[in-house]
């Protein structure tokens, strides 16, 4: 295993040049290429003013050398061995300890670095609420759908998924600023950014304004919770009658308190709730419908507790920051939940009724435990080979999603970059996206062995 570990990050290195060269290739063979002439093109300057531009982009960057030597130039400064650079641009002696440049963008005449360092941190925070999001949700739903085969929750999940897959993130981006951030119906959540510029001078955590707020939104919540987990223990027909019927009161209440709902808003909204807390209720995993059920009892009491403050409550830095990322991170998990639920559902089915698990059931263990211990492990095979993609899915996603959410991440850089023919930002991306790449399919290796002990690469 550690020879072949040593193998694979030894043969990363001439992947990323491949990389690295095909993309430097396209971007010198497109129309006009990188030129001081395309940079400056659209720039309302006068001729000398121009000439003279044109003139720093060729000392700067090197632009009038062949493409060989302008790619040969980047390689030497992005590696942490090779020449130095003189003044004059020249090269200079040869040395081990130079460190690593990834050169200063055209577009913002700033080091790479530091706008890869400002913009990585929010679309790795995306990721980060968006992966473990995407598998406890589809997870959690395949495996309800594969135990209950051909049952109201296998088909109605079914439909469900297929149309969250049938629907484009662009316009579900969409859709859900026109729907929950519009003031034509629910203005819950901000259209644009990550923080507010209000919530820069907030306090950390989030407070109300007395301590009797306080203290009725912390009885809201657990009331609520404590409803929500009782309703959840109930008798399975008790439970799906109760879910529904709470659907019913709250989306017809919802649908009645839109600006324009009308008469069609709170029937649908209603028959919806009634659909999703009913279905939810009656769960066989404890677990689902206690997380369900618990979870709207909570928001349900909290907006009841909401109703009878006396002050305003103050959302502060860390729940204003969460306020802003949660239609973008939906945005960018619904696909992958779509697409990882039905992939669960379909494996677990392939075990579930194999040789092993009869024999397992043969023996006397529980069905939780063949469940658990025996199929589910050997279903796992299929979810690690997605999670060898599942980041670099999401990187590429965030350009979408970043874009329609004016965040500005590494996703709105990369279109910024390749838009303004950013020789250094787009080569540096590339590189980046292409390490991650190839580390999550080394990772995937990896966890092949972990998962299947008869996978060796002795």
């Known amino acids: 295993m550690h020879a072949y570990i040593l193998r694979r990050l030894l043969l990363m290195v001439p992947t990323l040049f491949g990389i690295t060269v095909v993309v430097f290739g396209i971007m010198v063979a497109a129309p006009g290429g990188v030129s001081p002439e395309t940079l400056t093109a659209g720039q309302n300057l006068d001729p000398e003013a121009r000439k003279a531009l044109e003139a720093y982009y060729n000392r700067r960057y090197g632009l009038d050398d062949p493409a060989p030597v302008q ?15 003189q003044p004059d641009g020249g090269l200079g002696a040869f040395s081990w300890t130079k460190g690593m440049d990834l050169g200063d963008s055209f577009r913002y005449g700033r080091p790479v670095a530091d706008l890869i360092a400002e913009r990585l941190p929010i679309t790795l925070l995306l990721n980060a609420l968006s992966i473990p999001l995407v598998y406890l949700v589809a997870v959690t739903v395949g495996l309800q759908a594969a135990r209950q085969r051909g049952s109201a929750f296998d088909t109605g999940s079914g439909l469900a998924l297929l149309a969250l897959w049938s629907v484009p993130t662009m316009l579900a981006g969409v859709l859900f600023i026109g729907f929950f951030a519009s003031d034509q119906y629910w203005q819950w959540f901000p259209t644009a950014g990550t923080l507010s510029s209000a919530g820069q001078a907030m306090t950390f955590l989030p407070h109300w304004g007395t301590a009797l707020d306080a203290l009725k939104a912390l009885v809201g919540a657990g009331l609520g919770v404590v409803v929500g987990l009782g309703v959840a223990r ?41 659909g999703l807390l009913g279905g ?5 995993v404890a677990v689902l419908r206690g997380v369900v059920l618990g979870g709207a009892g909570l928001l349900a009491g909290l907006l009841v507790a909401a109703a009878a403050m006396e002050a305003d409550f103050v959302r502060g830095y860390l729940l204003d920051r969460a306020w802003h990322l949660v239609l973008p991170v939906l945005t960018l998990s619904y696909g992958g939940i779509a697409f990882l639920a039905k992939l669960t559902r379909s494996s677990v089915l392939e075990n579930l009724h194999s040789d092993y698990a009869r024999t397992a059931r043969a023996k006397g263990l529980p069905e939780g435990e063949v469940m658990w211990r025996h199929v589910f492990r050997n279903s796992l095979l299929p979810l690690v080979t997605v999670a060898a993609t599942l980041l670099p899915a999401l990187l590429s996603g965030s350009v979408i999603v970043e874009s329609i959410f004016s965040i500005e991440g590494m996703g709105k850089l990369a279109v910024e970059a390749v838009t303004g023919r950013d020789r250094e930002l787009v080569l540096s991306i590339t590189l980046i996206s292409g390490l991650l790449t190839l580390a999550g399919y080394l990772l995937a290796d990896i966890l092949y062995a972990v998962v299947d002990p008869r996978v060796s690469y002795d």
């Open 234 to 274: 109930l008798p399975r027909s008790w439970r799906i009658l109760t879910g529904a019927a709470a659907g019913l009161i709250l989306g017809g209440l919802w649908g009645a308190a839109l600006p324009d709902g009308g008469r069609v808003a709170p029937v649908v909204l209603a028959l919806a709730l009634a």
């Open 71 to 85: 790619y040969l130039r980047w390689l030497n400064s992005i590696s942490p061995v090779g020449f130095l650079i």
């Open 280 to 284: 939810a209720a009656g769960a066989s």
